[in-house]
Structures are given as structure tokens and as C-alpha cells.
């Protein structure tokens, strides 16, 4: 009787703790898949952003070379690789190319009095949407040459576009490089890498003196002006431009008003213009 | 006593209900997981020979990093599998010429990855001739273009052809492994031709491949999109593509324009190093 008893204790206590061992490792495996989740859908969105200033530097290539004929390739991973051990979910993505006005247009205007006249413009845009099983989140869109980085209703300038300053003793020059879209819009939506074909289809450049009382205006027409607006007044205080003299900008009057940067007291604008297609 | 043997029992199929359905899923996700990640370095890689060729700087050199294989999952090594990658320099010709057998430009050398799997179908990935393509239980898929493009221009009705040629130089060697190897690409030389081609004179193109249906299938769609029309044997429109084999026994596709007004050539010659 004594050595059943005692037998049946060891029994039942085995039991308890290997109930408690699965129950304490089945907890763990879930909420470490979760971090770990998190950590994969972070690490792709660098990913995407990271493919996206490739794309940029082809384009720059392209541009700098003039080449018209040479396509040159690039790779936006949609989602995430998921991890089997974890049972993670694998997040995936929408790549969307807009290259109507319909995304982003922006135009550069000479101003003089009170009457402005066109000298050039560019539109369209390259968004990701990610669809993200455990973090919130990310889209980036490539607008001009700049990555514009937007999570749940915020927005900014992850990478700048390539505009310089050059200071002289009573003025300064703009310098810089705008990269606009052409072609037929397409969108794609899934998991896996895919291989996005870059060509150069027209250069133009904007060369142009400003006269003293005149300036150069650019209009944003842009579904992120937020971003654009806090980016120039960020750029005007870096290049020590006086906010009021030098530069003005000019907010949105509505929802989907433009955005307006005047350039003032600019002596010179010097843009180099690509119009780039690209083709999954 | 008994709830010993019970507990063992339910160990057991516990332990049996792993080994026979999520080890082999896992080692699966793992293996493609792998295949996916080496995929995507060889289209980085191509970016950046395009890239290269584009810039023209001599001498540049971009690395990049391949994983061949997967050491696979803890304790049981499952989804563990092995790779090889190398640079075959006698691979992958191709040649342009004209009808009369005078070579204008031709290039060689392809960077082959081939993968030694245990769940997943074995797989290929071949850069050659500017392409990439990834083969799998015999059939190919072009996941990047080679730079080719032929064009007929409305308004003077001209036709153009482009053509990127390059040349993949490296020692023969071949790695194989688990290990993630680094592959350095270095432009050697890079130079742009344009030939003007006489009223009547053919343009032929070859290449040399085993995915040669890949080329005909890609190549014959350019030229069509480019607005060019195919001959139909009897009448000489503008082109006419051809397959066979070669005296070597290689399979070959080989495309004949008869009227094109100017060639420009891209030749461009690559160093690969894999360390």
C-alpha cells in the first residue's frame, strides 16, 4: 500500500510538471515569435528603403551618363521570410507606380512682379505599402528623387532630396538633381523579390539667372506636402537661409492645396531634370 | 506503472508527430528561405554590373554577398543544405556579327549558383549575357533582362539596336558549401561601339546557351514590341530567328535582322572574384 501511494505521488507530480513545462515553453515560443515578428517586419522595411536609393543611384548613373539605351535592374523584396519554428506569419507588401500628377507634381516657376512663368516640372511616384503582421505600418514613397518615409498618419523625408547650396557674398545658388516618373502606372502585391527595370527617357536642365527682385517658385502638388514643408524649412535653417528673407513657404490653404517654396533672394537655380521609367 | 507507459506513449507521439510533419516543413521553409535570399543577391548583383557598365569608371569593383547554403535548424540539422558557386569563362558566348561572318562584338563567362537540396526541388541560377535565370525541374524563368533592345522610330524610320555584351572573367574555381561567400566584381574595361550598317547588309546575333528557349522567348518579344516584323521563311521582313546546335554540340538561338540602320554595342569586361 505505502510503495503504491508513493508511486502514484511521482506519477501525478511528473505530470504536473511536464504540463507546466509545455504550458511555460508554448508561452515563450509565442511571445518570442512576436518580437521576433517585429524585428523582421522593421529589418524589410530598411530593406525596401534601402532598394529604393539603389534605384536612385541607378538613376543618377543614368542621368550623370546620359545613357538612353542601358536598363539597368533592381530588387524590392515584398515581405518578410516568416519564421517556421516561431509558426510567424509572413507580412507582405503593394508596390505602386504612379506616374500621373495624380501622386506627386511639382513645378519651378520664375516669378517676376506678380506674374509667374513655367520653366519646368516633373511628376509622379513609386510607393510601398506595407501590410505588416506584427508592426505597424511603413509606407515609403520615392517622390523627385527623395524617400519619404510614412507610419499610421505621419510623415517625413527619410532621405534628401539632392539639392545644394552655394553661398556668396550677398547671395546664393541652388544647385540639384530631380528624378520625375513616366510611363504606365502598375502595381503589384505579394511576398517575394521582384526585379524592377530602370531606364532613362529624357534629360532637360534648368539654367537660369534670377534677376534681383525676382524668384523662383516651386509648387508641390503632392499627397505628402507635411513632409516636404518641414523638410524645406529644416534645409533653409541648416544652409543658415533667413526663414523670411531668403526663403518663404507657403502652407497648403486646404487638404489638397499645393504646397509653395519661394526661393528670394536667389541668384542663380541650376537643376538638372530626369525623366526616368521604370517597368516591373 | 501504468501512467508511466501512458506518459511515454504520448511523449512518443508527440515527438513521432514532429519528426514526420514539421521537421520536413521546416526544413522545406528553411531550404526556400535560402534559395529566396540567394536569389535576391544575384539580382543585386546584376544592379550593380548594370550600374558599373553604366558609369564607365574602370577599375570599380562592388561586392556581394552569396550564401550558398543553410546549416539548417537546431539540434536535428534539418533544412540543411549545400551550394555551389562558380564562374565558367567558356560558357555563354555570345556574338554579333554580320551576314558575311565578320565579328562586330562577342562576350562570354557566366556565374552559375546551383543548390544541392534535400526538401525542395533543386535549383539553378545563372547570370550570362547580362540575364538572370533561375531553372528548376527543367524549366527557366528570366528573373532580369539582358540589356537588349531593338528599335524602329516612327518619325524617321529608322531601327537601332542596342546590345550589352559582357564579358565574366574569374579563375574556374568552384565553391561549395554551406558558408556565405563574397563575391567581388570588378570593371576591367568598358567601351560603347556604334556600327552603321549598309542598305542590305544582315545582323546576326547568337548565343550560346543551355537556356537558349529563355533568349529566343525574351529576345523575340523585344524586337516584336520594338515594332520590327518576322520573316515568315518566304519574304524578308525585318527579322528571323533560328535555334540549333553548334559543332561543339551546344545549343544555340540565333536571331537575323535584314535592314537595321545602326548597332551601338556596350562591351564591357568583368573581373569575378569569389573569396
Same mark, same amino acid.
Given at each position: 500500500?505505502?510503495?503504491?501511494?508513493? %508511486?502514484?505521488?511521482?506519477?501525478?507530480?511528473?505530470? +504536473?510538471?511536464?504540463?507546466?513545462?509545455?504550458?511555460?515553453?508554448?508561452?515563450?515560443?509565442?511571445?518570442?515569435?512576436?518580437?521576433?515578428?517585429?524585428?523582421?517586419?522593421?529589418?524589410?522595411?530598411?530593406?525596401?528603403?534601402?532598394?529604393?536609393?539603389?534605384?536612385?543611384?541607378?538613376?543618377?548613373?543614368?542621368?550623370?551618363?546620359?545613357?538612353?539605351?542601358?536598363?539597368?535592374? &533592381?530588387?524590392?523584396?515584398?515581405? &518578410?521570410?516568416?519564421?517556421?519554428? +516561431?509558426?510567424?506569419?509572413?507580412?507582405?507588401? &503593394?508596390?505602386?507606380?504612379?506616374?500621373?500628377?495624380?501622386?506627386?507634381?511639382? @513645378?519651378?516657376?520664375?516669378?517676376?512682379?506678380?506674374?509667374?512663368?513655367?520653366?519646368?516640372?516633373?511628376?509622379?511616384? +513609386?510607393?510601398?505599402?506595407?501590410?505588416?503582421?506584427?508592426?505597424?505600418?511603413?509606407?515609403?514613397?520615392?517622390? =523627385?528623387?527623395?524617400?519619404?518615409?510614412?507610419?499610421? &498618419?505621419?510623415?517625413?523625408?527619410?532621405?534628401?532630396?539632392?539639392?545644394?547650396?552655394?553661398?556668396?557674398?550677398?547671395?546664393?545658388?541652388?544647385? %540639384?538633381?530631380?528624378?520625375?516618373?513616366? @510611363?504606365?502606372?502598375?502595381?503589384?502585391?505579394?511576398?517575394? $523579390?521582384? $526585379? /524592377?527595370?530602370? =531606364?532613362?527617357?529624357?534629360?532637360?536642365?534648368?539654367?537660369?539667372?534670377?534677376?534681383?527682385?525676382? =524668384? /523662383?517658385?516651386?509648387?508641390?502638388?503632392?499627397?505628402?506636402?507635411?513632409?516636404?514643408?518641414?523638410?524645406?524649412?529644416?534645409?533653409?535653417?541648416?544652409?543658415?537661409?533667413?526663414?523670411?528673407?531668403?526663403?518663404?513657404?507657403?502652407?497648403?490653404? %486646404?487638404?489638397? %492645396?499645393?504646397?509653395?517654396?519661394? +526661393?528670394?533672394?536667389? $541668384?542663380?537655380?541650376?537643376?538638372?531634370?530626369?525623366?526616368?521609367?521604370?517597368?516591373? | 506503472?501504468?501512467?508511466?507507459?501512458?506518459?511515454?506513449?504520448?511523449?512518443?507521439?508527440?515527438?513521432?508527430?514532429?519528426?514526420?510533419?514539421?521537421?520536413?516543413?521546416?526544413?522545406?521553409?528553411?531550404?526556400?528561405?535560402?534559395?529566396?535570399?540567394?536569389?535576391?543577391?544575384?539580382?543585386?548583383?546584376?544592379?550593380?554590373?548594370?550600374?558599373?557598365?553604366?558609369?564607365?569608371?574602370?577599375?570599380?569593383?562592388?561586392?556581394?554577398?552569396?550564401?550558398?547554403? *543553410?546549416?539548417?535548424?537546431?539540434?536535428?540539422?534539418?533544412?540543411?543544405?549545400?551550394?555551389?558557386?562558380?564562374?565558367?569563362?567558356?560558357?555563354?558566348?555570345?556574338?554579333?556579327?554580320?551576314?558575311?561572318?565578320?565579328?562586330?562584338?562577342?562576350?562570354?563567362?557566366?556565374?552559375?549558383?546551383?543548390?544541392?537540396? #534535400?526538401?525542395?526541388?533543386?535549383?539553378?541560377?545563372?547570370?550570362?549575357?547580362?540575364?538572370?535565370?533561375?531553372?528548376?525541374?527543367?524549366?527557366?524563368?528570366?528573373?532580369?533582362?539582358?540589356?537588349?533592345?531593338?528599335?524602329?522610330?516612327?518619325?524617321?524610320?529608322?531601327?537601332?539596336?542596342?546590345?550589352?555584351?559582357?564579358?565574366?572573367?574569374? *579563375?574556374?574555381?568552384?565553391?561549395?558549401?554551406?558558408?556565405?561567400?563574397?563575391?567581388?566584381?570588378?570593371?576591367?574595361?568598358?567601351?560603347?561601339?556604334?556600327?552603321?550598317?549598309?542598305?542590305?547588309?544582315?545582323?546576326?546575333?547568337?548565343?550560346?546557351?543551355?537556356?537558349?528557349?529563355?533568349?529566343?522567348?525574351? #529576345?523575340?518579344?523585344?524586337?516584336?514590341?520594338?515594332?520590327?516584323?518576322?520573316?515568315?521563311?518566304?519574304?524578308?521582313?525585318?527579322?528571323?530567328?533560328?535555334?540549333?546546335?553548334?559543332?561543339?554540340?551546344?545549343?544555340?538561338?540565333? #536571331?537575323?535582322?535584314?535592314?537595321?540602320?545602326?548597332?551601338?554595342?556596350?562591351?564591357?569586361?568583368?573581373?569575378?572574384?569569389?573569396?
Amino acid at each position: 500500500m505505502m510503495k503504491n501511494r508513493r %508511486g502514484d505521488a511521482v506519477m501525478v507530480t511528473s505530470t +504536473l510538471l511536464l504540463s507546466l513545462m509545455l504550458s511555460a515553453g508554448a508561452t515563450m515560443l509565442l511571445d518570442y515569435g512576436e518580437i521576433k515578428g517585429k524585428e523582421e517586419d522593421m529589418l524589410h522595411v530598411a530593406d525596401v528603403e534601402s532598394s529604393m536609393l539603389k534605384a536612385r543611384s541607378a538613376m543618377m548613373m543614368l542621368q550623370q551618363n546620359g545613357d538612353m539605351d542601358m536598363v539597368v535592374s &533592381t530588387r524590392i523584396t515584398m515581405g &518578410t521570410y516568416g519564421n517556421p519554428y +516561431l509558426a510567424m506569419g509572413r507580412s507582405s507588401g &503593394t508596390l505602386n507606380y504612379d506616374p500621373g500628377y495624380s501622386g506627386f507634381g511639382m @513645378g519651378i516657376y520664375y516669378q517676376t512682379g506678380g506674374s509667374r512663368t513655367f520653366l519646368n516640372g516633373i511628376r509622379g511616384q +513609386l510607393t510601398f505599402e506595407s501590410n505588416n503582421y506584427y508592426y505597424r505600418d511603413q509606407n515609403l514613397i520615392f517622390q =523627385s528623387g527623395s524617400v519619404i518615409r510614412e507610419e499610421e &498618419t505621419t510623415s517625413m523625408i527619410a532621405w534628401d532630396p539632392s539639392f545644394e547650396v552655394y553661398r556668396g557674398e550677398n547671395s546664393w545658388s541652388l544647385k %540639384g538633381g530631380l528624378y520625375g516618373l513616366s @510611363g504606365s502606372r502598375w502595381e503589384i502585391t505579394g511576398i517575394d $523579390s521582384v $526585379s /524592377i527595370s530602370i =531606364s532613362l527617357e529624357g534629360i532637360s536642365r534648368v539654367e537660369r539667372t534670377v534677376e534681383s527682385g525676382d =524668384s /523662383i517658385v516651386l509648387v508641390y502638388d503632392a499627397e505628402y506636402t507635411d513632409a516636404w514643408e518641414s523638410w524645406w524649412s529644416s534645409f533653409a535653417r541648416v544652409q543658415g537661409l533667413d526663414p523670411v528673407n531668403d526663403i518663404s513657404i507657403t502652407r497648403p490653404s %486646404g487638404p489638397t %492645396g499645393p504646397l509653395e517654396v519661394e +526661393l528670394i533672394t536667389l $541668384s542663380s537655380f541650376i537643376v538638372n531634370i530626369a525623366e526616368m521609367e521604370l517597368i516591373i | 506503472m501504468v501512467s508511466l507507459i501512458m506518459i511515454a506513449g504520448i511523449v512518443i507521439s508527440l515527438l513521432g508527430m514532429i519528426f514526420a510533419t514539421y521537421l520536413p516543413a521546416w526544413g522545406k521553409d528553411n531550404e526556400a528561405q535560402t534559395l529566396e535570399s540567394t536569389m535576391g543577391s544575384f539580382m543585386d548583383l546584376k544592379a550593380g554590373m548594370d550600374t558599373l557598365a553604366v558609369g564607365g569608371d574602370e577599375g570599380t569593383s562592388l561586392t556581394t554577398a552569396i550564401a550558398l547554403g *543553410s546549416e539548417g535548424g537546431p539540434m536535428f540539422g534539418f533544412g540543411r543544405m549545400t551550394g555551389s558557386i562558380q564562374v565558367d569563362p567558356a560558357k555563354g558566348m555570345m556574338r554579333l556579327g554580320d551576314g558575311s561572318g565578320i565579328v562586330m562584338a562577342q562576350s562570354r563567362g557566366i556565374l552559375e549558383y546551383s543548390s544541392r537540396n #534535400i526538401n525542395v526541388e533543386d535549383q539553378t541560377i545563372t547570370l550570362e549575357g547580362g540575364a538572370l535565370i533561375r531553372e528548376q525541374s527543367g524549366a527557366s524563368v528570366l528573373k532580369g533582362n539582358p540589356n537588349f533592345l531593338v528599335r524602329r522610330y516612327r518619325n524617321t524610320g529608322e531601327t537601332k539596336m542596342f546590345v550589352h555584351m559582357p564579358t565574366l572573367e574569374g *579563375s574556374g574555381q568552384s565553391f561549395a558549401g554551406t558558408s556565405t561567400y563574397l563575391v567581388s566584381t570588378t570593371l576591367v574595361s568598358v567601351e560603347t561601339t556604334e556600327y552603321e550598317m549598309g542598305i542590305g547588309t544582315e545582323t546576326v546575333f547568337r548565343i550560346t546557351s543551355e537556356h537558349h528557349d529563355i533568349w529566343s522567348t525574351h #529576345i523575340w518579344s523585344q524586337v516584336i514590341a520594338g515594332g520590327l516584323v518576322e520573316s515568315d521563311g518566304v519574304s524578308d521582313n525585318d527579322f528571323l530567328t533560328a535555334t540549333g546546335v553548334d559543332a561543339n554540340g551546344d545549343d544555340y538561338f540565333e #536571331i537575323t535582322f535584314y535592314d537595321l540602320d545602326s548597332v551601338s554595342i556596350k562591351s564591357s569586361v568583368y573581373q569575378i572574384n569569389i573569396n
